[in-house]
């Protein structure tokens, strides 16, 4: 545990100079941004920030976008900005800035390799997977047969011949 926090939580249980005390708009800032959704407080930081963007106090800015942030751990975006808006305050704070943006590059790069995997790389069962399934020739024939449960070579070497599959391989092979 730091020992400003530490601090802190000590100052709470009053080990501090008689008088002094938060600001009521602070401990109401407070309490309100421990409540609040991320969309929310997004959308407000945005708005708040487009207006004055250096009169928000570093320290509600930064409790504001943690909050977010660990309500959007996947949101690579709000990641990046918060690292962003993080980094402008000062060398206390950069290695902490800088983790949080190569984290966010990270996750934007694995998620843009998602979305360039091409579906037919996934994998979909092949025909001696199919053959495998336990269960009476009667429950298969109950089922639902697509032309989707054929391999892409399957549908290539259909597609040649000028007929598409229509039923499962199984039959197919069988009446062929």
Do not use: Y
């Not at 409540?35 to 009169?55: H, M, N, P």
């Not at 060398?91 to 943006?101: F, G, L, Q």
């Not at 091409?118 to 047969?145: C, F, I, K």
Request: glycine residues 6%.
């Amino acid at each position: 545990m730091s020992s400003d926090f530490r601090q802190i939580c000590r100052w709470f249980i009053g080990e501090h100079e008689p008088g002094v005390h938060f600001d009521e708009p602070v401990t109401d800032f407070i309490e309100i941004v421990t409540f609040t959704d991320a969309d929310e407080i997004v959308a407000v930081l945005e708005e708040v920030l487009a207006e004055d963007w250096a009169r928000m106090p570093v320290w509600a800015r930064n409790l504001a976008f943690r909050l977010a942030v660990l309500q959007r751990p996947h949101d690579a975006d709000l990641l990046h900005t918060a690292g962003a808006d993080l980094r402008c305050w000062g060398p206390t704070w950069h290695h902490i800035a800088d983790e949080m943006m190569r984290r966010a590059g990270a996750m934007k790069e694995e998620q843009a390799q998602q979305r360039q995997e091409p579906n037919h790389l996934q994998r979909h069962p092949t025909r001696q997977d199919r053959r495998g399934r336990e269960g009476s020739q009667d429950q298969r024939s109950a089922q639902p047969r697509f032309s989707e449960d054929w391999s892409a070579e399957e549908v290539r070497s259909s597609s040649r011949s000028g007929s598409m599959p229509i039923g499962s391989p199984e039959e197919t092979s069988d009446a062929g």
